[in-house]
């Protein structure tokens, strides 16, 4: 007998209703010329324009607003290279707590700047040479805090499966919906919800080449670690997936599909002359795949979760200049 998933899409409609009047409900472009590259209708849900300026949002207030009144008011916990730290940040500021963040020594400084600005003390870690959550479990031991991690939690993963659910209500039905992939929480979710809707619907990952550990997991069948991947999308930059979303994962994703730095630096930029958006290079993944033709037989109706937009304006010039 199967075991009883984690997350249901009962949990990810109920994420929605909490978010209602919290999270934005964030648009949806279409682009005749995108539609012409890739030979195929797409529907980019752009999780750039969500508060905190990613999807991280979505699936930390939902995991905080989960809390006890005791529990809320000792303050949360967690850990993050930069966009779950800003929205649990401002999710503890929202619901009248105090935040303490473990974030990476080298996280982009616009980052950090954010998380800080939010009202979160932030203490710092080296990722190459340290184990995060194992410090941040610690962490949270010592001072009494709720730790709410940064994908492995079934309300963070209801949470972002809110994403996914609006996206679909907007479109309707969709052949294929494809998802960047770090820890797998953001999938997870949206393959939850999007499952439910249109149970035919392929769900296809996208990693870095650098970081495929989703990949060679969902290939073995069991989570495989892989050293700390040194790219550019330091938001997909983590050597395993979670516990909870690989479980998930293992169930309801069809594929992963492996971008390079190159490709998502070419995503960028065409989000920005054509589509007119910002997008962090982990944001540009999904993206990233369709443009370089990654995605395996493309359906007729796609969608794509843009993931995120946190990049400051000296690395993103970089960037592109490249």
């Known amino acids: 007998m199967a075991a009883a998933s984690p997350v249901t899409f009962d949990d990810v409609r109920a994420a929605a209703a909490r978010?209602?009047?919290v999270a934005?409900?964030?648009?949806?472009?279409?682009?005749?010329?995108?539609?012409?590259?890739?030979?195929?209708?797409?529907?980019?849900?752009c999780e750039n324009f969500q508060r905190v300026g990613a999807f991280k949002f979505r699936g930390a207030y939902n995991a905080v607003a989960r809390l006890a009144p005791e529990q809320l008011a000792k303050g949360v916990a967690a850990?993050?290279?930069?966009?779950?730290?800003?929205a649990t940040a401002l999710a503890a500021r929202e619901l009248g707590t105090s935040a303490v963040i473990l974030m990476p020594e080298d996280a982009p400084r616009s980052k950090r700047e954010a998380t800080a600005g939010y009202g979160a003390e932030i203490v710092t870690y080296d990722r190459y040479t340290q184990d995060r959550t194992a410090l941040g479990e610690a962490l949270a031991e010592e001072r009494g805090l709720s730790l709410i991690p940064p994908y492995d939690h079934p309300h963070v993963i209801?949470?972002?499966?809110?994403?996914?659910?609006?996206?679909?209500?907007?479109?309707?039905?969709?052949?294929?919906?494809?998802?960047?992939?770090?820890?797998?929480?953001?999938?997870?979710?949206?393959?939850?919800?999007?499952?439910?809707?249109?149970?035919?619907?392929?769900?296809?990952?996208?990693?870095?080449?650098?970081?495929?550990?989703?990949?060679?997991?969902?290939?073995?069948?069991?989570?495989v670690t892989v050293p700390v991947p040194r790219t550019i999308a330091d938001?997909?930059?983590?050597?395993?997936?979670?516990?909870?979303?690989?479980?998930?994962?293992?169930?309801?994703?069809?594929?992963?599909?492996?971008?390079?730095?190159?490709?998502?630096?070419?995503?960028?930029?065409?989000?920005?002359?054509?589509?007119?958006?910002?997008?962090?290079?982990?944001?540009?993944?999904?993206?990233?795949?369709?443009?370089?033709?990654?995605?395996?037989?493309?359906?007729?109706?796609?969608?794509?979760?843009?993931?995120?937009?946190?990049?400051?304006?000296?690395?993103?010039?970089?960037?592109?200049?490249?």
């Open 19 to 21: 978010l209602e009047g």
């Open 24 to 45: 934005r409900r964030t648009p949806v472009l279409t682009s005749r010329t995108l539609n012409s590259l890739v030979g195929a209708e797409v529907f980019i849900k």
């Open 79 to 86: 850990y993050s290279s930069g966009n779950h730290a800003q």
């Open 158 to 223: 209801a949470g972002q499966g809110t994403a996914a659910l609006e996206l679909l209500e907007e479109t309707g039905p969709l052949d294929a919906l494809v998802v960047p992939v770090g820890g797998g929480g953001l999938i997870a979710g949206s393959a939850t919800a999007a499952k439910a809707l249109h149970p035919g619907i392929r769900i296809v990952g996208v990693e870095p080449e650098a970081g495929d550990d989703t990949k060679q997991s969902l290939e073995t069948g069991a989570r």
């Open 235 to 322: 938001g997909q930059a983590l050597p395993t997936p979670g516990a909870l979303t690989f479980s998930v994962n293992q169930r309801l994703v069809d594929g992963i599909s492996l971008v390079s730095d190159a490709e998502i630096i070419n995503a960028m930029r065409f989000a920005f002359e054509r589509l007119k958006i910002v997008l962090e290079p982990s944001g540009a993944s999904g993206l990233a795949a369709l443009l370089a033709g990654r995605v395996d037989t493309p359906p007729s109706r796609i969608g794509v979760i843009a993931s995120g937009g946190n990049i400051d304006t000296e690395r993103f010039v970089q960037l592109l200049g490249t």
